[in-house]
């Protein structure tokens, strides 16, 4: 059984990794389909997509700048009962600063990394919401639902066109659940839905081929989760 030392532990991990940017050149032509085919036979996870073509520069690691993001609770602590789906199931408000000067868009991503989903290859989406314009410094608590929203981003999760909270079981150790933000170099000509019957893998798939080459910076929090016992 987990301790929560090792949980912390886990936790800083998966921050410290999510922050390196991936140094795999993105697919070739056809990257949208290529990597949602990917994902169905055995393809790596679609989160951290690779950040080629550094032009803009920036102050991080090379050439991606790193931001901060902020969550009503600090990275690796306990995330409120109110975000999650033992709550009210309401998106958290978040902030980030020190975006790089070349951002045209935002991209958020809310993943279990604790879950594996599609045949062990993914895990579970909480929230993706992107082509969050490049002025916004912060989402506001409890996005309604809607595949696009008045700022012209969209978003979907595992459920739906809208922010699902954690809800790992009681049974069980906490899960580490990651926030990502992306700082962009162009915005996603990805629609929430998807092509005609697409699933919820392939439009994250396709989102985040399309963001590959634009990835200027990215910030990063956590927190951990598991229902509490009835």
């Known amino acids: 059984m987990r301790t929560p030392r090792m949980t912390l532990a886990l936790i ?5 990794v999510a922050l390196l940017p991936a140094q795999t050149p993105p697919p070739a032509g056809g990257a949208a389909v ?6 169905r036979d055995g393809g790596p996870p679609p989160q951290t997509p690779p ?42 408000a ?5 975006p790089p000067e070349t951002v045209v868009s935002f991209a958020l991503i809310v993943h279990d990394v604790s879950a594996a989903a599609g045949q062990g290859t993914d895990d579970v989406l909480h929230w993706m919401v ?10 506001a608590e409890g996005v309604p639902q809607g595949s696009q929203m008045a700022d012209g981003s969209r978003q979907i999760s595992v459920t739906g ?11 069980g150790p906490p899960h580490v659940y990651l ?21 919820v893998p392939q439009t994250r798939a396709a989102v985040m081929a399309a963001m590959a080459t634009h990835v200027r910076g990215k910030a990063v929090t956590a927190g951990v989760f598991k229902r509490p016992v009835s």
Request: zero cysteines; proline letters at 10%; a positive charge.
């Open 51 to 92: 950040a080629g073509g550094q032009r803009g520069g920036g102050r991080g690691r090379g050439g991606v700048q790193i931001m901060t993001l902020t969550a009503p609770w600090a990275s690796g602590a306990e995330i409120p009962p109110k975000y999650t789906q033992a709550g009210g199931d309401v998106s958290p």
């Open 12 to 16: 800083l991990v998966f921050v410290a």
């Open 34 to 39: 290529g990597q949602a085919a990917g994902q």
């Open 161 to 171: 066109p809208a922010y699902r909270g954690p809800g790992a079981p009681a049974s």
């Open 94 to 98: 978040l902030s980030w600063d020190n």
């Open 179 to 199: 926030f990502e933000l992306y700082a962009l170099a162009s915005m996603i000509d990805v629609p929430a839905l998807g092509p005609v019957g697409a699933s």
């Open 130 to 139: 992107w082509n969050i314009p490049a002025a916004a410094r912060s989402l």
